[in-house]
């Protein structure tokens, strides 16, 4: 394998950086320096400059020499900066089944297309060519940092891992726990099985990045339905002893939730079998979130887990649409999720579309638009400002990552994708600017718009360059 290694020489980028540093609010810099170490943490950002001023004044202030910098310049004034995109819920090894899954919901398409697929990845080959597309897919839609489930093949999730690290993704990866609800050639044969499991994976990555500081290992109960009620214990003690990352579902899908009271009589609500087994709390990021009641939703902000809002699959399985300004309200972290393959995207642009889309079908709380008033109608919505925070900065909280990456700021590590939104046609001839994906950017859209244009009508085309840790990943 080869190693994940940083660039070893320190850079400077120059143009416009583009982030959201706090919910509904871009900030713009423009004619910026923004210098990178050797280790891809950012120690400078430089206002009102440009090539010249950075070699004249940043580099003496660094202590840099001419010949250790590699400088990268955006080529013309419809390209920046923006911080890599966070998937905080995708299913790597669900990655060949994108877009399949016809008229199913949940559990159907559980039986139909997942389980199949996860168990045919014991294949190493196999497995090796669907997370190496997948991971080469997400980099290429900017996606700097994912929360993986891989399937319960502890060789196949250690190859994952092995992967992110080699190709440098950041990544934290599952391998997934379930001993119940699967076909009998897909479950782990007891809890004992599955707590072994689980920690012969976190040991493979404390070998290969022993500070888990580009991959790590994230505790993986498939969710309620398929976990036993030894399961979801046991796994909350490994949790304890380890404090790693957990991940897994609640609350996407009415038969599931009907399931979840049959198979826990004693849960109040499905938010408070995981809080009654001790896997709800800070660590906890939670997908779906759909079908949530007021008092689940108090107790999921009383314990500071996360949400995973994955609008793409909620709408692909007919799950429904999740309350996000009221999860918000809160004070709930929420970031975004592809949920490859109940998503049948891997961008997380994509993820940023849907998610003002689908927040037009609500009202605040809850409820059909046709019997809310105009302003409830309106709260409800979800602003392109807001969306591009949920897909950055949200996620890296949702990760327990934002004194990390997410924003552009000096301390953070250089996570980064370079945007490229075309030419105007003043610029270029017809013909060249035709073949520029799928924006057209006439020269009059103020920032603000041409960022809404990217938001709906943008994809991997306009993503040129993508860094991890200051390492180019994607280009
Ligand atoms: N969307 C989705 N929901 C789940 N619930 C349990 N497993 C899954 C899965 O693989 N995808
Ligand atoms: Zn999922």
Redesign the pocket.
Known sequence: MAPSSTPGKNQVFIGTFIHAKCLGELEYLHNTAVCVDASGTIVAIEPNCNQQKAVETLYARLGWSLDNVAITVARHELQFFFPGFIDTHV?AS?YPNVGVFGKST?LDW?NKY?FPMEASLSSLSKARRVYTRCIRRTLANGTTTAAY?ATIDVKATNLLADLCYSMGQRAFIGRVCMDRLGPEYYLDESPDHAIAATRATVEHIRRIDSNFELVSPIITP??AP?CSSEMLTRLSELQKQTQLPMQT?IS?NDN?IKLVAELFPDGKSYADVYDTHGILNEKMIL??AVHLTEEEADLVAERKAKIAH?PC?NSA?TSGVARVRWLLEKGIQVGLGT?MS?GYSPSILDAARQATIVSNHLIAPGGQLSCASQEERDKAKLSIEEVLYLATKGGAQVLGLADKIGTFEVGMQWDAQLIDLGRVPDDVAEDDYAIHGNLDIFGWETWDERIAKWVFNGDDRNTKKVWVRGRLVHE
Do not use: I, K, P
Request: charged share 20%.
């Open positions: 299913h669900q949940l559980l997942t489930y498939r969710f398929a579902h996407e599931e997908a779906h994955c699959s399985l949920d109940g």
